[in-house]
């Protein structure tokens, strides 16, 4: 197919001769030129007797009708409501405002109040674009070695019913910059009951991560059989692979850019972790002190006092889908 700077180079060399032509050669032009490109007769005709003719008109400049303090102000509700969606957020605007006004919160002039209070989801999304990307950012740095001889493991292949096979991944607490030293949660999730166990690392780091994962593994009530982490560096390396071979481990990864093949863990992380810590920047000795004597709290009212249901059966019927959890419990009475 004739790409479009193609045709209009043809358009210029042919416009002259079309011109010039007599009527008998201006048809086999034309036909020459309707073959060439696919244009319909009477749009070539046009296009070869004005090529200097723009077909297009120019895109209309808008005033921005939401200024920086509407995007600002949002933005301090979406962060309240620990960042929500667009389609939970907007229609909560009008009993979440008067609420932060209220108390201090927030303090706008009355017409950034009523532009507030009339935007559309997706204008919210557009305005939260931006705020978005710090909130979402990744420290996944890919392993290259071992992955032929660590084995892959789907969100499907999950039918362990013994408690002791667990999902392991890393939450950072960088803020809105990766540079430097600062603050990482190893997260452990067991797959069977729910059983978390949340650690702080100083820092990101092969033997850091080996010797937490040894740490939890020593608090855990029942013995650690299965290790299931994600594509970082930090777990695909020598030293950890040794580790699992040594304490019979077995040792597994999920696949790249498949997040859901660790979704038991991945929910405990914005459940848990960053419901209680956020997505503040954290470093140094006495935050990581701080953030222990948070999580020995945690782990206690998560395993121990907090229900929760798993999800036994699902089946579909046409274009309904059943799904049938179990009674609600907690990780310890799973346990």
Known sequence: MMSLATKRELVASLAPRYFRASRG???RILDEFVAST???????MAILKHPNVRTRKDKRERKPRYGQEVAAALRRCWETLRCPCSKRLVPFLSELVPILERYGELSIKEECRSRLLELSTATADRLLKDARKQYGQTTTRSGTLLKHQIPIHTYADWCDTKPGHVEADLVAHCGDTTEGWYLNTLVLVDVAT????????LYKGQQTVKDGIEQIRRRLPFPL?????????????RMLFKYCKETAIHFTRCRPYKKNDQCHVEQKNGAVIRSYVGYDRYEGIPAKQRMDALYEQVRLLVN????SMK????TREGARVRKTYDT???PYQRV
């Open 311 to 314: 999800l036994l059966e699902k």
């Open 225 to 237: 059989r299965g290790l299931d982490c994600d594509n970082g560096s930090e777990f695909l390396n």
């Open 304 to 307: 121990f006092f907090l229900p």
């Open 328 to 330: 609600p419990r907690t």
């Open 38 to 44: 696919g244009y319909h007769r009477k749009y070539a």
């Open 25 to 27: 050669e201006k048809s």
């Open 194 to 201: 729910g059983w978390i166990e949340p650690l702080s690392l």
